[in-house]
């Protein structure tokens, strides 16, 4: 077991489940007339020949009581007898059904559009692979998010930006001749939880992406993925017109730059008539973009969208903007440039937001532009790759961090108006809407770079398709997919998966700090740093700890952050007192001798945070050496190394951490504490390579 099979396994069921799956799946009713029902056929084969052992019999009508019947009212006479509403189904959504026809018990996987019975063939055989009962069955299914989306940071070497997964999975060097069987599995993968589109190269992009070249090798992941229903996005550099295309400049208002784009995406859409649309990062990190034209974002939005609208094409436009020479707290920036901008951008326009302010911490407060721009649709940005939370080994379930953003409430138009209901378009009342997620995926062969990664690509997906889902729901339902539905071991698993986002919040960064990460890669603590020629790019900058106190105040005294929110969340995060204490120091400088809730001083309850994160993981390790026995070796120990991993460097973040702050406030350890490890110049001295195809940040 090497995890390549992800949460799509299908190894035989418990007995007992089997013998009653069976009786509930014992022909199938199915045609493969169009690529996408024969790929729903093929997985209900694959899966049910797995699960049950054997595959039921392929059938042209029900003869026998227990048929599935798989379709689409236009292509199945048989269920266009079952007259089903299918009229809110839209495209995508599906009906999952117990009937009855000729005299016989079906369950009935119907769809508007194929697309809707190859995602509804998914989620039946989701059922059988948790475990749930295929009697009385009246699931309807409708996504609430409209473009689904995973971005990859893969650039066209191979390297990965952030991926600690191995190498990219596109093998630029052999398409569009060799289509790896690799990219038909990923595909599956991603259709199993609803995604439907993918951006296939860096934000950081490289121009040649848009090359004849290049092109014909992007159109040759389209055609596998096309059955799937995803659609090919592609990352694209500002200046390319002049880096590729020859001419002086990129001016977005210039009629030479609006025809090369034009030229250029007539041609995408000849070789890929379903092409998704483009994202762009334009003056950020150093990228071009319309500012270096003296033209606002919302020109150069308005470019790529005018020349992709004719095809039915959109715009994913990123707000991860932060000046180099603005002297303004980071974290204000996106708001301050984007905001005003609210009802410039053309239609087919989505303004790619990231979770949060600053840079995806293990956390932060939501964005304050979510609920901020009411005429333009804001798409949601998370980063499924563990960036800042402990990279590939760190057992870091991200569903509660999503979550977490997704139920804020910005109170922009009054109560209950959730970060979701701005995403999912229902608030502002948009028609376009969607959520994307920075991939981890790379060529290992488990995919994200351990076993546990899987379930933030997994729980990302289903979240996009319903922003409303519990996390803890899909976390359970992932543990019995990928690894076992024995309760024994889902409920504990469940409970180490839940608490851990907060243990590494806990060992990192607790009480509303942020970045303290090492320079560039980002890889362990050095809250000391300042190696980096940006003052933004240093830990110092963030945690602004001195021997008064720590924190960023960005109250009315401090940089007014809080104020970007709706009034009654801005007169909360103003006021210290009311400010969760999660946030604390992400709002606010306050003395080390600060009275916390508990009544302890904020020094001990630094220190305490620090050293419950490292407690947690102990924990975490203990629950899964108790598990041993209950999935096969090879993940189990994968598993169990890798905690062991984490259990070390949480220590070394914690010891890390208080060494230095303890040497900013000059405090004793509060006493029941151990001292770090070592002193800090041991710390300070450790020093790591960054990977191969990142930012140098
Ligand atoms: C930061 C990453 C950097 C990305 C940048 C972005 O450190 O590698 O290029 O975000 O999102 O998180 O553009």
Not at 285 to 300: I, L, S
Not at 515 to 536: I, K, N
Not at 645 to 660: K, L, M, S
Not at 671 to 692: K, R, T, W
């Amino acid at each position: 077991e090497d995890g390549y099979e992800l949460w799509l396994r299908y190894h035989p069921l418990a007995a007992q489940q089997a013998q009653y799956d069976r009786s509930r799946a014992s022909q199938l009713v199915a045609d493969a007339a169009t690529p996408t029902r024969a790929a729903a056929r093929a997985e209900l084969l694959r899966g049910l020949r797995g699960l049950l052992g054997a595959a039921p019999p392929l059938s042209d009508t029900v003869t026998r009581s227990g048929a599935i019947i798989a379709g689409t009212t236009a292509s199945s006479p048989l269920i266009a007898e079952l007259h089903l509403d299918t009229s809110k189904l839209g495209k995508e959504g599906y009906v999952i059904r117990s009937v009855t026809l000729h005299g016989h018990a079906a369950i009935a996987i119907v769809g508007n559009d194929d697309i809707g019975v190859l995602y509804g063939s998914f989620h039946f055989l989701r059922l059988l692979q948790t475990g749930q009962p295929l009697d009385h069955l009246a699931i309807t299914e409708v996504p609430r998010v409209k473009l689904r989306v995973l971005d990859h940071w893969d650039n066209l070497n191979g390297s990965v930006e952030r991926g600690y997964a191995g190498t990219s999975i596109w093998d630029w060097w052999k398409l569009p001749d060799w289509v790896s069987p690799r990219y038909t599995d990923y595909a599956r993968a991603n259709a199993s939880i609803g995604i439907n589109g993918v951006v296939l190269n860096n934000v950081n992009a490289d121009a040649l992406i848009l090359t004849p070249a290049y092109l014909q090798k992007a159109a040759a992941l389209a055609a596998v993925f096309r059955p799937y229903g995803i659609h090919v996005y592609l990352s694209v550099r500002f200046s390319a017109p002049i880096e590729i295309g020859g001419l002086k400049t990129a001016d977005p208002l210039d009629p030479e730059v609006q025809r090369w784009w034009r030229q250029k995406t007539d041609e995408i859409y000849k070789l890929m008539p379903d092409f998704g649309g483009f994202l762009v990062k334009a003056n950020s990190e150093g990228q071009p973009g319309p500012q270096d034209y003296k033209r606002t974002h919302a020109d150069g939005a308005n470019l790529f969208a005018d020349v992709l609208a004719p095809h039915g094409g959109v715009v994913m436009w990123r707000a991860f903007v932060y000046s180099q020479s603005s002297a303004d707290d980071r974290a204000k920036q996106a708001y301050s440039e984007f905001k005003p901008l609210d009802g410039r951008f053309h239609a087919n326009v989505l303004l790619q937001v990231k979770n949060g302010p600053i840079d995806f911490q293990p956390r932060e407060p939501f964005s304050p532009l979510f609920g901020a721009m009411p005429k333009t649709p804001l798409m949601m940005e998370f980063q499924i790759t563990k960036e800042y939370l402990g990279f590939a080994t760190h057992l870091v379930y991200l569903g509660p961090l999503y979550e977490e953003v997704l139920s804020s409430d910005t109170m922009a138009q009054g109560k209950g108006s959730t970060v979701a209901t701005v995403i999912d378009g229902s608030l502002d009342g948009h028609a376009l809407s969607g959520m994307a997620g920075i991939a981890n995926i790379g060529t290992d062969r488990d995919w994200c770079g351990s076993d546990f990664n899987q379930a933030n690509w997994y729980v990302f997906g289903r979240l996009a398709w319903n922003p409303a889902l519990s996390t803890r729901a899909i976390a359970e339902e992932w543990i019995r997919m990928t690894f076992s539905n024995d309760e024994a071991f889902v409920k504990p698993v469940v409970d180490m998966m839940m608490g851990s986002r907060e243990a590494a919040v806990d060992y990192m960064t607790p009480l509303g700090l942020a970045h303290l990460m090492g320079p560039g890669h980002h890889y362990g603590p050095a809250p000391w740093d300042t190696s980096l020629p940006r003052a933004d790019w240093r830990p110092p900058y963030y945690h602004r700890a001195d021997h008064q106190g720590i924190g960023f105040d960005r109250t009315r005294t401090g940089s007014d952050a809080a104020d970007q929110y709706a009034p009654p969340i801005a007169a909360s995060f103003n006021d210290v007192k009311q400010t969760p204490e999660t946030l604390l120091l992400w709002f606010h400088h306050v003395p080390w001798d600060y009275r916390m809730r508990s009544g302890h001083t904020l020094w001990y309850e630094l220190v305490a945070h620090y050293t419950q994160g490292v407690t947690d993981v102990k924990r975490m390790r203990e629950t899964w050496q108790h598990l041993d026995g209950y999935i096969d070796a090879d993940r189990y120990r994968k598993t169990a190394a890798f905690l062991s991993i984490q259990e070390r460097e949480a220590q070394w973040w914690r010891d890390a951490c208080i060494a230095y702050f303890q040497q900013m406030s000059g405090l004793p350890l509060p006493p029941g504490f151990a001292p770090p490890q070592h002193p800090l110049s041991y710390y300070e001295s450790l020093s790591f390579h960054n990977v191969p195809g990142q930012s140098s940040w």
